[in-house]
């Protein structure tokens, strides 16, 4: 690699990339291990803890389209050290909240400036390499973003044992004041458009509408659903910005969002593809934690040892699947990968508190490995039949759509998890009483005197574990028909063009 170029040290600035490009992925998924322990720090119920995810997903969501006016009107150099800073500061202040409506505060802050780290990236490292040097570019730093699932649950988990939950936020002060240092120094300026316009009523409504949305999923369960005005006026909220974001789109002449982009079939299906995907896997990966530290009683250290293998599955599959896209049909590779994900989700629905270790790795291999099976040939699929004056609206409409579907996937099982817990738990506790026999045996008694207020509290304590992991199995099958729903818009998807494309890079997140 060359070092310098017309004063362009490209193996800086491409280390600087790669840097707040695995700082944004861990974020990601740094701060599930962790959950239980925030949980219990800000005296939070399972559904509100969730918000810490959902809140810094959602955010990034609404804040990916826009990056490319930012770029353009401010300069990529002066956006991406806002976007390096603000993240970083942000993250400081996540360590520092006192209270869940602090943290949650400021991961929409983490959202908001770093849903622009990772195109930044991609449009930095396409800027400085010549043509014939971008694909080896773009490798390194895909790189940096695969690391980032792997690397997240056991740094997240090492820190929070070593020190607290505040650390998973806090590491990335150094890496951010690095990071910004280093673009400060070797980042070119690059021009500004002061002529580019943003279409802020529809960027605006759909906002609101997101946001509106996420509030909705978020409070329903805690404000029991529409027995409650709050989620009445948020429903309205959402409902009405949306409708103004559809008959806006729909009259204006330079939208937010271009319909015409919905006449492509491959570009619907994928975006409705994706946005089950995205559900599938990160509501999944959110219950992995509770459920591993709570029931099976893991250390985070273990939980964190035996998540991390999930990642290695994804980025095996993903360097497979590089080599064979173009050479295997793309209907074929996204038939893999949700078999692979739906069957793992099928084995998942036979856990119990005896589940062992390695059916845990195993498992999370094979589910990691079907997301990396599904991601690159989707975008594909999804992009390649855009003209490429629209594949970058695409690729930023494909991102809200992975995001949205992240972030409603975390608040839904959530919310059925609280839900189906209680059903559960009287569903059962109608067999547990006085004169049921089998609590008269002398062994049982012991421990489960129905009669005392001790065994009633330690039959309580029993019948409620029994209830959520029954609701946990429930929404393992839930996740599993959402993957099996997916299998229909196989047939929608048509042959990709095999003209080249540089937007077919896919930005895990």
Not at 234 to 253: D, G, N, P
């Amino acid at each position: 690699m060359t070092q310098t170029t017309g004063g362009i040290n490209r193996a800086a600035i491409t280390l600087c990339v790669m840097v707040a490009s695995l700082m944004q992925a861990l974020d990601t998924t740094i701060a599930n291990v962790a959950l239980p322990y925030m949980q219990g720090s800000v005296a939070a119920s399972q559904d509100e803890i969730a918000w810490v995810l959902t809140s810094y997903i959602a955010a990034a969501a609404i804040m990916t389209p826009p990056t490319g006016f930012f770029a353009a009107r401010f300069g990529v150099k002066r956006t991406f050290l806002v976007s390096v800073a603000g993240f970083t500061i942000a993250s400081m202040l996540c360590g520092m909240a006192q209270s869940l409506l602090q943290i949650v505060a400021f991961r929409i802050l983490q959202g908001v400036f770093g849903a622009a780290l990772v195109p930044l990236s991609q449009s930095v490292l396409l800027d400085i390499y010549p043509i014939e040097r971008q694909g080896s570019a773009m490798a390194w730093w895909g790189v940096a973003i695969m690391a980032g699932p792997v690397l997240g649950p056991v740094l997240g988990a090492w820190l929070t044992y070593n020190y607290e939950w505040r650390y998973v936020f806090y590491i990335n002060l150094p890496v951010g004041i690095l990071t910004f240092l280093g673009m400060v120094a070797f980042l070119p300026a690059a021009e500004r458009n002061d002529g580019v316009k943003l279409d802020w009523f529809g960027f605006g409504t759909l906002s609101i509408a997101i946001g509106a949305m996420q509030i909705l999923l978020d409070r329903g369960e805690e404000k029991d659903w529409f027995g409650s005005g709050e989620i009445w006026i948020e429903t309205i909220i959402a409902v009405s910005a949306f409708y103004l974001f559809l008959v806006h789109t729909f009259t204006t002449k330079a939208p937010f969002v271009r319909p015409s982009l919905f006449r492509d079939r491959n570009f619907t299906a994928g975006m409705i593809f994706i946005a089950i995907v995205g559900l599938t896997y990160y509501a999944s990966l959110a219950l992995q934690p509770p459920y591993l530290q709570n029931l099976l009683g893991y250390p985070v250290v273990t939980a964190g040892l035996v998540m991390g293998p999930r990642g290695i599955g994804t980025m095996a599959a993903m360097l497979l699947v590089g080599r064979l896209v173009g050479r295997v049909s793309i209907r074929t590779l996204l038939a893999a990968g949700l078999a692979l994900t739906g069957w793992s989700l099928y084995a998942m629905t036979g856990w119990t508190p005896d589940v062992s270790q390695m059916t845990i790795v195993v498992l999370g291999v094979v589910q990691g490995a079907g997301l990396g099976l599904l991601f690159l040939p989707l975008s594909v699929a999804t992009l390649s039949s855009l003209p490429s004056e629209q594949r970058a609206d695409g690729s930023a409409l494909f991102s809200l759509a992975r995001n949205i579907g992240s972030s409603v996937g975390i608040s839904a099982v959530n919310a059925l998890l609280v839900a189906n817990t209680q059903v559960n738990h009287a569903d059962i506790s109608r067999h547990v009483t006085a004169v049921n026999r089998t609590l008269n045996e002398p062994t049982i008694a012991q421990y489960w005197n129905p009669v005392t207020a001790a065994g009633r509290a330690a039959l309580d304590a029993v019948v409620t574990r029994q209830a959520e992991i029954i609701a946990y199995i429930d929404n393992y099958k839930l996740l599993m028909i959402a993957t099996l729903i997916a299998i229909p818009l196989l047939i929608v998807f048509k042959k990709p063009s095999t003209r080249p494309a540089r937007e077919h890079e896919l930005a895990m997140e």
